[in-house]
């Protein structure tokens, strides 16, 4: 039987709380009663649009081992012996985070960039659990609060952790990566993403270098060996306390270098070396940067200790998550449909790669390519000739059709010939009604746009009208 993840002691030792008679152990660590598991710790944190102290009582009568709540809030629950009393919610939370990496004997990687780094993340997942006890992140939990919740919730058993790092601005990832105190640092790549908040892409190459400064002492330091910005970030790395860089990618001189990639509508292959050994494996996602990225993977498991080939072998078990990529088919009157959902973010860099997935699939005659593309934010004022620049990715990957939502899209739609553009609209709502009408057997549809654009009631609306299987992966390749 596993030991508890927190006990009253423990806990009194990392924050000097005040705790309620109630309390003995808890067994998980939550912020949200949606998801809450008897046993659970609930940090009450104040976030921007909710204060958790409101949803005290919730966590409590679902079972949660205790509440952590603030002293100025405590007295809202006097009645309640299962109380966790501290100055602050989120520094509470923090301090439990440095003291689980304090006592975990766990090798640790962090991973970030511009693009991929919840992929990796996953990837990363997958390819250490056949090793050994993994704990990662959930979701994209990367922030200011997802990183030490993360840690908090790290059973003293884990054998390896795997943690996701995002930013955006500088200076975000600085403090978060000093907490989880890396063996091995990560950086997936750098591109225009958050490029609002940057006086260039140097500036957001140097803050994704900020993950180096938390690495361990001789710890490694894994970079993309191909991207623009490798000078700049191998500079953070070694003004860090690594003892060692290792390079990914499709350059000659990356140690872990893909030779030749080949993508199928279903899954990509890869042939590469590590350190100058063959290696061939296959992914069970489609896409050059899925490829790419398996690549670091490789570089962080090896400088985990993790057996390479079994690594190798764990990516055949790789499937994109819901917005992540997700395939799957539509049911219409005289066939079905492939349905690519791309809908939880977007950035120039990962745009053109859904595109490009877009382009790998396979149709029959007079099936059509159809992308459904929602505004990229935070570009600043970059932001409308990176839309009107999708053009040629769109022309390149053979879309029949696009579908546009947004007022920057609009400068993708004017770039673009006529007869590609289906509809432009302000907002990803007025679409539902046209794409669903559109949607033909055979046709291959992607749905890609940030997060605010809410493109994913697109795909809610395709699935609900077509019924949805997940049988994408059975396609013709």
């Not at 090798?107 to 993340?121: D, L």
């Not at 191998?234 to 003892?243: C, D, E, L, N, P």
Request: proline residues 4%; hydrophobic residues 45%; neutral net charge.
């Amino acid at each position: 039987m596993n030991s508890p993840l927190w006990t009253k002691d423990e806990i009194a030792a990392a924050t000097g709380a005040r705790i309620g008679s109630g309390f003995a152990q808890a067994t998980g660590a939550s912020i949200d009663t949606r998801t809450l598991e008897p046993g659970d710790l609930y940090f009450a944190i104040k976030g921007d649009v909710h204060d958790g102290h409101a949803f005290v009582p919730a966590a409590l009568e679902k079972g949660a081992s205790a509440a952590i709540v603030s002293e100025d809030k405590a007295p809202e629950f006097a009645g309640s012996d299962r109380l966790i009393v501290v100055p602050d919610v989120l520094e509470a939370m923090r301090q439990l985070g440095r003291a689980a990496r304090a006592r975990t004997k766990a090798r640790i990687v962090a991973v970030t960039g511009s693009v991929g780094k919840t992929g990796t993340k996953e990837a990363m997942r997958l390819a250490l659990s056949g090793q050994g006890v993994t704990h990662a992140s959930v979701a994209s939990y990367n922030n200011h609060w997802g990183v030490p919740l993360t840690l908090a919730r790290m059973p003293r058993e884990t054998t390896f952790g795997v943690f996701e790092i995002g930013m955006n601005h500088a200076h975000e990832i600085l403090p978060l990566t000093g907490m989880v105190r890396p063996h091995v640092a990560v950086i997936t790549t750098v591109e225009p993403v958050h490029i609002e908040f940057f006086p260039s892409l140097w500036g957001i190459a140097d803050a994704k270098g900020e993950i180096f400064s938390g690495l361990e002492p001789g710890g490694t330091a894994v970079i993309n060996r191909d991207n623009a910005y490798f000078e700049r970030m191998r500079a953070h790395a070694y003004a860090s306390a690594a003892g060692r860089v290792v390079t990914f990618g499709e350059h000659e001189a990356a140690d872990i270098r893909a030779h030749r990639i080949v993508v199928k509508p279903d899954h990509s292959m890869v042939e590469a070396t590590i350190f100058g050994q063959p290696l061939t494996y296959r992914i069970g996602t489609a896409g050059r940067h899925h490829a790419l990225n398996s690549l670091s993977v490789l570089a962080a498991s090896y400088a985990l200790g993790a057996d390479p080939a079994l690594v190798a072998r764990s990516f055949a078990e790789l499937k994109p998550p819901v917005g992540r990529g997700e395939r799957t088919m539509l049911a219409l009157d005289g066939g079905e449909a492939l349905l690519i959902d791309e809908s939880y973010n977007a950035n120039p860099a990962s745009m053109r790669a859904a595109l490009a997935n877009l382009g790998a699939v396979e149709l029959e005659r007079g099936a059509r390519r159809i992308a459904v593309l929602g505004d990229m934010k935070e570009l600043g004022e970059t932001g409308p000739a990176l839309h009107a620049g999708l053009a040629e990715a769109v022309r390149a990957n053979g879309v029949d059709l696009v579908f546009a939502a947004g007022g920057l899209m609009k400068n993708l739609v004017d770039a673009l010939p006529q007869s590609l553009v289906a509809a432009h609209a302000e907002t990803s709502a007025e679409l539902v009604d046209a794409v669903c009408a559109a949607v033909r057997p055979g046709d291959a549809v992607t749905v890609k746009g940030s997060l605010s654009m809410k493109m994913a009631l697109v795909v809610k609306a395709l699935k609900e009208r077509y019924g949805a299987s997940a049988t994408a992966h059975a396609l013709k390749g």
